[in-house]
């Protein structure tokens, strides 16, 4: 390395930051990071897991680049898989980020040959080190990838790429012995891919101690960023209001018991690069814009500039609504009536059905157990995702259910549910199982006397059970997030929107995402109604 690099010194050991300035060139000029101090600690920590939750702007592309770069040169037959959501997005980093640092003078005089494979989708070192670009955004996708084996995945614009290509690609890396993954995109919504990776990291950010009053400036909330951005001269403390420097960052910890993934947040001002006068004064004026409401929107500064996943993209529930109806102390379900009495006191319980026949990946028969207190509030008692089973093995199980937990009254689908209703109501009687049909109407709950169904309006009945949620624990509650999450999935998919044909307010969901869980719940609040003779009767 001594011949390679001028002043090197044999016995002493490099961070890869420093190799990267002594190794690569960026435009002819030697790779340096002093307008991006955060990337110094990026480039020299390897943990198992990484996530990259990043404003645009900030030089993640090049860093990611450079980094892999560094780590081939440094690792024999160290082989990277970089995955992105489109073949336009593979070959633009292949060609431009990756290209120019594996053409730079040094690295192509050490460490290529005249033999060595260099195409957009393969990149191959005389060290016998591999990267290989390739791009998938679905499960199908991501099973063309599995061919190959890898040392490290590096998945750009995760935001895009769905959890289940990334289920499926991941086990590239079991036969090597660094399993390396990287997640790296820009925020959408809270429901998105990366945020769900970001929650389970220890989520790191770039504090900024104030050289006037002494405190800390920790970019982690919407209010903060814009606060630091408010003023058109450069970043401002937001506890004083004087100026700040931020370059004398440092990256600190917000969540402690997740080190084994490394969460960290890159929001547009804390590289210096941007801090400039012409990069300051474009960046103030979108903090402007978006607090006037013209031209640029807040979930857009959001995104792009703080680099914050937002709900204002109107979905209807958060990750962190949900979170806060989770009880972390119940960690298991209620095993019947009389467990969960002894907790809540007295129940009215109702079992709601949303069933599938289809048998579709994407749509599940779900029965959701629910309680009603004395003090309205709601409580859920035990849930049950059905998949891939016959439609009688389905009712046999549901008819166990609302035994074991004496339901009061069992509220099912309608829409692809007639029989299966039919046959809860033979069994059962009519009194204990109503069914319940969703319809666009002015009037929210309509029993049905010809048809013997409750007709309620979509869009309001749900409503009030996506409002319950978002009151959290004074309202509707759960046990624990690590029992329920698989549960909540099916409810983060669901936004609202305006039906372009009729101009009313709706609410739709993600297209590979299903909803099920969410609409038994629904049904069970329906159901209670039912029970309190809260509708109004055909006409």
Request: aromatic share 10%; charged share 25%.
């Amino acid at each position: 390395m001594n011949a390679i690099v001028r002043g090197f010194d044999p016995n002493r050991k490099y961070k890869a930051s420093e190799l990267a300035s002594g190794l690569l060139t960026l435009r002819g000029d030697p790779l340096k990071f002093d307008k991006h101090k955060p990337w110094e600690f990026i480039y020299n920590v390897a943990p198992p897991e990484m996530v990259l939750k990043a404003g645009r702007q900030v030089g993640k592309s090049v860093s990611q680049g450079g980094r892999t770069i560094i780590q081939s040169v440094t690792h024999k037959h160290f082989q990277t898989a970089y995955v992105a959501p489109s073949q336009k997005q593979a070959s633009i980093f292949s060609n431009m980020y990756l290209k120019p640092f594996r053409h730079g003078k040094i690295v192509r005089k050490y460490f290529m040959s005249k033999d060595s494979v260099d195409n957009v989708y393969e990149k191959e070192f005389s060290n016998g080190s591999k990267i290989y670009v390739r791009y998938a955004q679905n499960e199908q996708e991501g099973d063309r990838i599995r061919g190959i084996t890898a040392d490290q995945i590096l998945y750009d614009e995760v935001q895009d790429i769905l959890l289940d290509a990334i289920h499926v690609i991941n086990p590239i890396l079991d036969a090597s012995k660094y399993r390396y993954k990287i997640y790296s995109g820009t925020s959408k919504s809270t429901a998105n891919t990366l945020e769900r990776l970001w929650l389970r990291s220890n989520q790191m950010e770039w504090a900024m101690k104030c050289d006037h009053c002494r405190k800390w400036n920790i970019p982690n909330t919407y209010a903060r960023c814009i606060a630091i951005c408010r003023q058109p001269e450069g970043p401002v403390c937001y506890h004083c209001g004087k100026s700040l420097d931020v370059n004398k960052g440092q990256w600190i910890e917000t969540v402690q018991d997740r080190r084994r993934v490394y969460g960290l947040h890159l929001p547009q001002f804390i590289m210096s690069s941007n801090t400039g006068s012409v990069e300051w004064a474009d960046l103030h004026a979108k903090v402007a814009m978006a607090e006037e409401g013209f031209h640029y929107s807040p979930g857009k500064l959001a995104n792009e500039n703080f680099g914050l996943a937002t709900d204002l993209s109107g979905k209807a529930i958060s990750v962190h609504d949900a979170m806060a109806c989770c009880r972390s102390e119940r960690v298991s379900w209620y095993k019947n009536r009389q467990e969960a009495q002894k907790e809540f006191g007295h129940l009215r319980i109702v079992c709601g059905v949303d069933w599938s026949c289809t048998g579709s990946t994407k749509s599940y028969t779900v029965a959701s157990v629910v309680g009603m207190d004395l003090f309205g509030r709601v409580h859920l008692l035990y849930a049950e995702i059905m998949q891939g089973i016959h439609i009688l093995t389905q009712v046999d199980r549901i008819k166990k259910i609302i035994s074991q937990y004496e339901c009061d009254l069992c509220a099912s689908d309608r829409g692809v549910g007639v029989v299966q209703a039919q046959l809860l109501q033979n069994f059962f009687g009519l009194d204990k199982v109503i069914m319940v049909q969703y319809v666009t109407a002015n009037r929210r709950l309509v029993f049905n006397r010809e048809g013997m169904f409750l007709a309620a309006d979509r869009t309001t009945s749900m409503d009030l059970m996506v409002h319950r949620i978002r009151r959290g624990g004074a309202q509707f509650t759960t046990p624990s997030w690590n029992l329920t999450q698989g549960l909540w999935e099916h409810a983060l998919s669901i936004f609202e929107e305006e039906s372009e044909r009729s101009s009313k307010r709706m609410y739709s969901k993600d297209e590979d995402t299903p909803d099920d869980w969410l609409h038994s719940l629904v049904f069970a609040m329906v159901g209670f109604e039912y029970m309190t003779g809260n509708y109004q009767f055909a006409t």
